[in-house]
């Protein structure tokens, strides 16, 4: 049988398998956090999945006697079809009910144990061509070389220019175009050729018709995501940015979690800019890590004392759409534009790290730490960096999610900050689209909210004489034992553990 067989065409096949196979993994684990936030956990139980699938799969080609390039050829078609499909059936899983932990397990097994079968039904049907010692390792050196491929393609290429859905797709017909490669080079080997073409250009039909129509698939599935209009979305190198609209109410989603209202979006921007500069009246040099949107610096850029912001915002994509779309524009007030302030597009760790200024105020308007990539930026190592860059006499806040949906993260941020050297002051309000949330104002010396002032001559919405010192009262419900609460730190990132308790709790 080994006669006519093409060995450079088979290694073509064994890297391609990889890379769609790597790719595939990473487009689930990608989907269930982007849907369900904890990064950590399903890509840890992606990957657990897949790796035993693939187990499987191999035990279960030992069953395979016969017409061994008929079943490799039918494993390709059908990695390509439910790996072409995985996102949008994933997507749509989602919006259809509580099936989609269900539906996530499926696909990675199927995927896994389809792939898991080609690896020894390759090496097999090489065996008479090259040794076994030779077979096995170029084998498995084209398998491990098309998974680091395909692990930096994803992030590189497919991710930020065709999003998952088109991704999946454009692997899945891939997987096809190795399947027809195979048909005209071993045609004569395959004791299924009609039955497979019959199927390939099925299949192909299938992957054709939602690659054509990937645009309105994702337009159908975002409105189903989104209770609103969606008016603009886009997958960026880093995150997915989505916004809506319902009348008056813009919303700003990344990765499926809200950021703003613009119903009330003023009463967190002002709590969060509005606060501390009652601390600190006369600060002038600003450093706010996060805060694309421009809200934040839209508040700040109201005290005519301020000389320079620096804003630090690891999304290029996220600034220039707050900069140059005039829905949104109207929305910040042009802060984005305005020469007072300099935009920085880095990771906000490695912008402290390297940074030697000295700043009065420091914002950190940042998501929640919903995964790793997050939390470290609510780190012990991190606050330890930010005072480094603090003037004696500043101060610096960051949002630290909801005290009453999250209490014992926001409390781990509090002793976290607290455990840096900081003197820590916590506060919360209260935002209609989020319900209640939390702050820490921390500084170098011991804060007292009662001999704060408003500035008289900066606009506001909801803050007044009456309601600032109302933001430091904490009830009952709201309140925790620090004892019982641990720090978080860059080896031992407790406040995954804490705010996925608290959010996930209550879907």
């Known amino acids: 049988m080994g006669l006519g067989i093409s060995t450079p065409l088979l290694y073509l096949s064994i890297l391609v398998v990889a890379v769609c196979g790597i790719i595939y993994e990473l487009i689930i684990g990608a989907v269930s956090s982007y849907l369900w ?10 990957i657990g999945l897949y790796m035993s699938a693939m187990g499987l799969g191999a035990f279960a080609s030992k069953f395979v006697k016969n017409h061994l390039f008929d079943a490799f050829v039918l494993s390709e078609l059908l990695i390509g079809l439910i790996g072409g499909v995985s996102a949008l059936f994933l997507f749509w899983s989602y919006t259809l009910g509580d099936s989609y932990e269900y539906a996530m397990v499926a696909v990675t097994l199927l995927i896994g144990a389809l792939v898991g079968i080609e690896i020894p039904l390759l ?78 250009v099925g299949i192909l039909g299938v992957l054709s018709f939602f690659l054509l129509t990937s645009q309105t698939q994702q337009e159908l599935l975002e409105q189903r995501l989104y209770r609103d209009e969606v008016i603009f979305s886009q997958q960026t190198a880093y995150q997915q940015i989505t916004l809506t609209r319902w009348h008056k109410d813009i919303r700003l989603y990344i990765n499926g979690g809200l950021q703003f209202s613009s119903l009330d979006e003023y009463r967190y921007h002002e709590s969060l800019v509005h606060v501390p500069f009652s601390a600190v009246p006369q600060a002038r040099k600003i450093l706010v890590l996060g805060g694309g949107d421009g809200l934040a610096a839209r508040e700040i850029l109201k005290y005519a004392q301020v000389e320079q912001v620096v804003l630090v915002d690891l999304d290029p994509a996220m600034t220039e759409i707050f900069k140059t779309e005039s829905f949104l524009t109207q929305l910040n007030q042009g802060s984005l534009n305005h020469p ?61 999610t909801s005290p009453f949906f999250a209490r014992e993260a926001f409390w781990s941020i509090h002793k976290t900050l607290q455990h840096a050297g900081f003197h820590v002051l916590p506060y919360q309000v209260d935002i209609p689209s989020f319900g209640n949330w939390g702050f820490q104002l921390a500084s170098r010396y011991p804060l007292d909210f009662k001999q704060w002032r408003l500035n008289k001559n900066v606009s506001m919405r909801f803050l007044n004489t009456q309601t600032l010192p109302a933001l430091f009262m904490f009830p009952e419900d709201l309140l925790l034992d620090l004892n019982s609460i641990q720090i978080n730190s860059l080896m031992q990132p407790r406040l995954l553990t804490y705010y996925a308790k608290g959010w996930n709790g209550i879907r």
């Open 37 to 46: 936030g904890d990064s950590v956990f399903y890509f840890s139980v992606t």
């Open 123 to 200: 090496i097999r049907l090489m065996e008479q061509q090259e040794t076994l010692r030779r077979n096995v390792a170029h084998v498995l050196t084209y398998d491990y070389i098309g998974g680091l491929i395909g692990a930096l393609l994803f992030p590189i290429l497919f991710l930020p220019h065709l999003g998952l859905i088109r991704t999946a797709l454009i692997l899945g017909v891939l997987n096809l175009c190795i399947a027809l490669i195979n048909f005209v080079r071993h045609r004569t080997l395959l004791r299924f050729f009609p039955a497979l073409v019959f199927g390939f």
């Open 340 to 400: 007072k302030l300099k935009i920085i597009n880095q990771d906000a760790y490695k912008f402290v790290e390297q940074d030697d200024q000295l700043y009065d105020l420091i914002l950190v308007d940042l998501p929640d730490p919903s995964h790793t990539a997050l939390a470290k930026l609510y780190a012990h190592e991190f606050y330890q960096l930010l005072k480094k860059r603090l003037s004696y006499q500043g101060v610096m806040v960051t949002q630290s």
